[in-house]
């Protein structure tokens, strides 16, 4: 594929090589190499490039990379022009996910808001309740502390009166006095009166 034209004994001239695509001579500042070692002008591959091309006119090999005065040059390939509705229909899809993704957000969020709101009233009710519950708990309590204490000043009483200790009192009655046993309990409410 290189065409190496020799010209006769010119030392400037040894090593010309011509462009597939314009025909002449590559002058040795414009030459570049494509990674397919493939040569043509600058200018020729940049109107190549300029086309949206990126294969070799040559072999129709991709070109990654050419030399141009000792630097590798890297082909990337950009999409655009006839790439634009595509990038449009793109663009369109990535907006509708995203509004997808906000929606499926918002609806999270007034879920979230929701069981908050429905959380913190079971968690009112629900200290309210024991607060009241609470509170009758202590008055059951209180009465009920009530009740063993009358409970036990009753059986106090209780033993008491039904206590079958005697007392020796003098008992003055109708204008005799007369030695007489009662229970201990009456002499006690009698010296209390
Ligand atoms: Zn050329
Ligand atoms: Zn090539």
């Known amino acids: ?4 034209i ?14 597939p695509i314009c025909m002449s001579d590559i002058s040795i500042d414009s030459i570049c190499k494509t990674d397919c070692n493939h040569k043509f002008c600058k200018s020729c591959l940049d109107t190549w ?4 091309e990126n294969s070799c006119p040559t072999c129709r090999n991709n070109i990654n990379y050419f030399d141009y005065k000792n630097n590798k040059n890297r ?14 229909n793109n663009l369109q899809a990535i907006t509708n996910d995203f509004q997808a993704i906000i929606k499926k957000y918002l609806v ?7 069981m ?15 607060y009241n519950l609470t509170q009758q708990n202590d008055n059951l309590i209180h009465r009920y ?3 063993i204490q009358n409970n036990t000043l009753l059986y106090l009483e209780n033993r008491r009166l039904n206590s079958r200790e005697l007392i020796n009192i003098d008992l003055l009655y109708n204008g005799f006095l007369t030695a007489c046993r009662i229970p201990i309990y009456f002499y006690q409410e009698c010296i209390k009166g």
Not at 49 to 52: A, I, K
Not at 108 to 114: A, M, R, S
């Open 49 to 52: 490039f300029n086309r949206g």
């Open 1 to 4: 594929m290189e065409e190496i």
């Open 108 to 114: 999270l969020i007034k879920f979230q808001k929701y």
């Open 6 to 19: 020799v010209v006769n004994n010119n030392p400037v001239n040894t090593n010309t090589y011509k462009c």
């Open 116 to 130: 908050l709101f429905l959380i913190s009233s079971l968690l009112f009710i629900y200290s309210t309740s024991y």
């Open 75 to 88: 082909i990337i390939i950009i999409n655009n022009g006839e790439n634009n509705e595509n990038n449009e």
């Open 145 to 147: 502390n009530n009740c």
